[in-house]
C-alpha cells in the first residue's frame, strides 16, 4: 500500500477491498487444488493482520462516524446492521479457513470439505466487497466532512502504529 494512502482513508478502504479481492482470487485458486506454498503462507498472513485490522477500521471507526454524519434517509442503521452480521459469519469462517491452510502447509491433503469452506469463503469475500463498495463507502464519501475524514485517518493510523497528523 503507498504510504501516504492513509491520509485518505476512504480510498484507503477502497485500495484493502483491492487487496482482498485479489486474496480471494487466491483462496480460488487454492479451493480449486492449485496449491503454492508460499501463496498460502501470505494468505495466511493477510487473513491475520491486515484483514482483521479492515474489519476493525470498518465496525469501531467508519460505523460509528457514519451513525454521526448521515442523514435519516441514508437509513445507514440497517446497512451497517446487515455488514456487521456478514463480518460475525466471517470471523467464524476465517478461523476455520486459516486452520485448514495452516494444515495444508504442514503436509495434509485439501479434502472435498475443506475445498467447499475454502471455495465459499472466496465467494463470500467478493459479495461482501460488492456490496461495500456499491453502498458503504460511497455514502461514506458523500457525508463524511474533511474533519471526518482526518478523524477516520488518524483512528486507522493508530490502528497500525503510525504516526498522527
Ligand atoms: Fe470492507
Ligand atoms: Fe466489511
Redesign the pocket.
Known amino acids: 500500500m503507498p504510504p501516504d494512502l492513509i491520509e485518505r482513508p476512504i480510498d484507503f478502504l477502497f485500495a484493502e477491498h483491492h487487496r482482498q479481492r485479489q486474496a480471494a482470487n487466491a483462496l480460488q485458486l487454492v479451493g480449486d487444488s492449485e496449491v503454492n506454498k508460499s501463496g498460502v503462507r501470505k494468505l495466511i498472513e493477510f487473513l491475520k493482520t491486515d484483514f482483521a485490522i479492515h ?1 476493525a477500521d ?1 465496525e469501531l471507526s467508519l460505523f460509528p462516524l457514519l451513525r454521526q454524519y448521515c442523514l435519516p434517509e441514508d437509513n445507514i442503521g440497517n446497512l451497517i446492521l446487515q ?1 456487521t452480521e ?2 460475525k459469519k466471517d470471523k467464524e469462517t476465517v478461523a476455520s479457513v486459516i486452520s485448514i491452510l495452516e494444515g495444508l502447509l504442514a503436509g495434509h491433503a485439501l479434502n472435498d470439505k475443506f475445498r467447499q469452506v475454502i471455495r465459499a469463503f472466496a465467494e463470500h469475500i467478493r459479495q ?1 466487497l460488492a456490496i ?1 463498495n456499491a453502498t458503504l463507502l460511497p455514502i461514506a464519501h458523500v457525508r463524511l466532512d474533511s474533519e471526518a475524514l482526518s478523524v477516520l485517518s488518524n483512528m486507522m493510523k493508530e490502528r497500525r502504529n503510525l504516526r498522527k497528523q
Open positions: 474489519v470498518e455488514i456478514e463480518h461482501h461495500e
